[in-house]
């Protein structure tokens, strides 16, 4: 899915907000003085008080004990995780995903947006339902290329990927696009910073039939977890859960073919196009 920046404001996050900017000011802090102590720029903590911008999933725990611990933050975040949509989950995951560490991603659906080129992009654009608009298709373009210069950009971030090797085999959009898709994935995997596996289709045993999964650790080493289907998404914070993730996806890790072979699986499905 297509997304990035910051959430419009919604009630719940202007309430959560002003629930910040009250027990801040009841401290006696400037947003400057409050930053400094749970490690944010005063202009970020301005962006959560005006409801502007989704609080990492731990600013509550970082901020209790500076504004007194009455877990009020701690009661109004949950709150926030509850919002419905698609795209504030995605939005708040993509927030993390341009500053992590560590990126992780199986996909057995379609091309992840990072790896995807702009013609197979726009054949799932033109052939969504309900129909997008031409502004909405290129505005969803736009936002996708926007997301991948992490790859390149992020040279210290380490990404890696687990596809299903049915993925290229269905020719998504045509032999052309296909091709040209190949091409694009095989230049990617010769960035230091991308590994990427094919899984192959003849597999008896696969850790990953619960479905999609991406993970990512933070600058801080904390892990996440996001999970997505048809019109929902779901971010994942419970450390019991992302390690049963990690868990099933290093199992896949050994599953899928060897980088090495990977690679010589797409070139070999390149040629027979």
Not at 56 to 82: C, K
Not at 151 to 162: D, Q, S, V
Request: glycine share 6%.
């Amino acid at each position: 899915m297509v997304g990035g920046g910051e959430p419009e404001a919604s009630d719940s996050l202007r309430t959560f907000g002003a629930v910040v900017q009250a027990l801040r000011e009841h401290a006696g802090l400037s947003r400057e003085e409050f930053g400094d102590l749970v490690g944010l720029s005063k202009h970020t903590v301005a962006s959560v008080e005006l409801g502007r911008r989704m609080p990492d999933p731990d600013f509550a725990d970082r901020s209790e004990p500076v504004l007194g611990n009455t877990g009020a933050l701690r009661r109004a975040a949950r709150y926030l995780a509850r919002q419905p949509g698609l795209a504030a989950w995605f939005r708040r995951w993509a927030q993390l995903e341009a500053m992590a560490m560590t990126l992780y991603t199986y996909e057995c659906r379609l091309i992840p947006g990072l790896l995807q080129t702009e013609a197979y992009a726009r054949t799932l654009f033109t052939n969504q339902l309900p129909p997008l608009s031409d502004e909405q298709i290129e505005a969803q373009w736009v936002a996708r290329a926007e997301r991948q210069r992490l790859l390149r950009e992020r040279p210290n971030t380490a990404f890696a990927f687990i596809l299903e090797e049915h993925l290229f085999r269905r020719r998504t959009g045509g032999v052309e696009v296909t091709r040209e898709l190949i091409d694009h994935v095989l230049e990617i995997a010769d960035l230091r910073n991308v590994e990427i596996q094919i899984m192959p289709t003849e597999q008896d045993t696969h850790a990953g039939l619960d479905g999609p999964m991406q993970l990512l650790e933070t600058a801080e080493n904390k892990w996440f977890a996001y999970c997505e289907g048809q019109e929902s998404g779901q971010f994942i914070a419970d450390r019991k859960v992302v390690s049963m993730l990690q868990m099933r996806y290093a199992r896949m890790r050994s599953q899928a073919l060897t980088l090495k072979d990977s690679m010589s699986l797409l070139q070999r499905m390149r040629g027979d196009l």
